[in-house]
């Protein structure tokens, strides 16, 4: 059984940092794009702001994130990391994990299989 297990949410002032982790389970981590995602209420879309291939590293970021959110993994771990520096309240989300395979577009939600529960960010000013 697939098992993707998000932490490391929480409440904080505008300008800290958080680190999210990522743990995969009952699936072959390698050889995954792993993902990360936000979902702000109510009703927004749900973005992709980052993403890493398990084999070889690459790296993605979306625009709007890049210099404040630093993407990594643990592949002893299987566990994939979102460090978020210099928070804002807009990063205020439910932020989701995904596993998908090699070659999707890294922010296209629908081309990921599997998904975790989320962890929540909320920052306040």
């Known amino acids: 059984q697939v098992q993707l297990v998000e932490s490391g949410g929480g409440s904080v002032q505008a300008g800290a940092s958080l680190r999210l982790s990522c743990v995969a389970s009952?699936?072959?981590?390698?050889?995954?794009?792993m993902g990360w995602f936000r979902q702000a209420p109510p009703g927004k879309e749900r973005e992709g702001v980052a993403?890493?291939?398990?084999?070889?590293?690459?790296?993605y970021y979306a625009d709007s994130v890049k210099g404040r959110f630093t993407i990594s993994q643990d592949n002893a771990k299987n566990t994939v990391y979102l460090q978020i520096d210099s928070l804002k309240p807009d990063d205020t989300a439910m932020y989701y994990c995904?596993?998908?395979?090699?070659?999707?577009?890294?922010?296209?939600?629908?081309?990921?299989?599997?998904w975790g529960q989320g962890t929540q960010v909320t920052v306040s000013s």
């Open positions: 009952g699936i072959t981590y390698r050889s995954r794009l």
């Open positions: 995904a596993s998908g395979v090699y070659g999707i577009r890294w922010y296209d939600v629908g081309a990921y299989a599997h």
């Open positions: 993403a890493i291939y398990t084999v070889g590293g690459n790296t």
